[in-house]
């Protein structure tokens, strides 16, 4: 089973700074199978980037996914007040598909 | 746009069958992949399994002795049942539409299942 590891557990920053968001594999994600998808609270969470780094039909260009292999990245650009949420990577390269354990992005 | 919206009992006692239905509107079942999802606080993401059509399911080999995981073509419906449940079972379960290469590009809104006596 292929374990992602998100960091940073929370990061704490203001609207219109830049997020950076991490997510490693305990294995090679191959033919990069993952995605990278945002939960606000008792909501469903919405696909933002598949493949690393295609963006979902919708998602501003604020948002971009970069990596391969193991490591992997989520940036915001310039955080927008609806961009405060939990993060989650996902891969489904391998079965089982597995998920990360989140990231949480919060106004400082 | 397709929508789905899961439904069944919120409450399933331990030892017993949780049975959820998740019902697809706005487009067809068939040509794509499905799939169950859970959240809960204690063990955050668990893939469940999935399914192609009403071709054979993919099950998550922690789960695989318990569950399974079935479409109604007639009714447009995904089904899920997982046996033997115990409160390790608690959780947020979602079903979900995987794109063509198996991330989720669809979610329905999640039904909390509770299983407690």
């Known amino acids: 089973e292929i374990v992602l590891t998100q960091s940073p557990g929370t990061l704490s920053l203001s609207p219109g700074e830049r997020a950076t968001l991490f997510c490693r594999a305990s294995?090679?994600?191959?033919?990069?199978?993952l995605a990278w998808y945002q939960q606000k609270p008792g909501q469903p969470p919405r696909l933002l980037i598949y493949g690393a780094s295609s963006r979902a039909t919708g998602i501003p260009d604020r948002f971009s996914g970069s990596g391969s292999g193991t490591d992997f990245t989520l940036t915001i650009s310039r955080l927008e007040p609806e961009d405060f949420a939990v993060y989650y990577c996902?891969?489904?390269?391998?079965?089982?598909?597995?998920f990360g354990g989140g990231t949480k992005v919060e106004t400082k | 746009q397709v929508q789905l919206q899961e439904s069944g009992p919120g409450l399933v006692k331990p030892s017993e069958t949780l049975s959820l239905i998740c019902s697809v509107s706005?487009?067809?079942?068939?040509?794509?992949?499905w799939s169950w999802i859970r959240q809960s606080p204690r063990k955050g993401w668990e893939w469940i399994g999935y399914?192609?059509?009403?071709?054979?399911?993919n099950y998550n080999p922690s789960l695989k002795n318990r569950v399974d995981i079935s479409v109604d073509m007639s009714k447009n419906q995904l089904s899920l049942k997982l046996r033997s449940v115990t409160a390790a079972d608690t959780a947020v379960y979602y079903c979900?539409?995987?794109?063509?290469?198996?991330?989720?590009?669809?979610w329905g809104q999640g039904t909390l299942v509770t299983v407690s006596s």
């Open positions: 979900a539409r995987l794109g063509s290469s198996g991330w989720v590009d669809n």
């Open positions: 706005g487009g067809s079942i068939s040509g794509f992949y």
């Open positions: 996902h891969q489904y390269a391998n079965s089982p598909l597995t």
């Open positions: 399914i192609y059509g009403s071709g054979g399911a």
């Open positions: 294995q090679t994600v191959s033919s990069s199978h």
